[in-house]
């Protein structure tokens, strides 16, 4: 059974297009190695410029695999370098009942 996830990653100082672009590249990875579903990725943008991602793991051992795997581990490791990880509690947005965000093209 697929899993959902939102991740929520904010640019370091003059990292948002590098952020984007890793963004962009980790999806095709995660679609070209078949670790998520068939479903559409969304990427979004909180106020403060935060980015989004919700995606659909395939299954749990999709995910252990991408852990495991040296290509997925490589690109993680450049989100390292262009944006620190944050719950999203932490966004002004997920305090709302209705938490919007903008759209984007990634």
């Known amino acids: 059974m697929g899993r959902f996830v939102i991740t929520s990653f904010r640019p370091k100082p003059g990292q948002q297009q590098a952020l984007l672009a890793v963004i962009d590249r980790h999806w095709r990875l995660l679609q070209a190695e078949e670790l998520v579903t068939e479903r559409p990725r969304y990427a979004m943008q909180a106020a403060d410029g935060t980015v989004l991602e919700i995606f659909e793991w395939r299954s749990a051992q999709a995910v ?18 262009v944006c620190d990880y944050l719950p999203l509690a932490a966004l002004a947005e997920a305090q709302q009942p209705f938490a919007e965000f903008t759209p984007l093209d990634s």
Do not use: G, I
């Open 64 to 81: 252990a695999a991408a852990h495991q795997h040296p290509l997925v581990q490589a690109l993680w490791a450049e989100f390292d370098s």
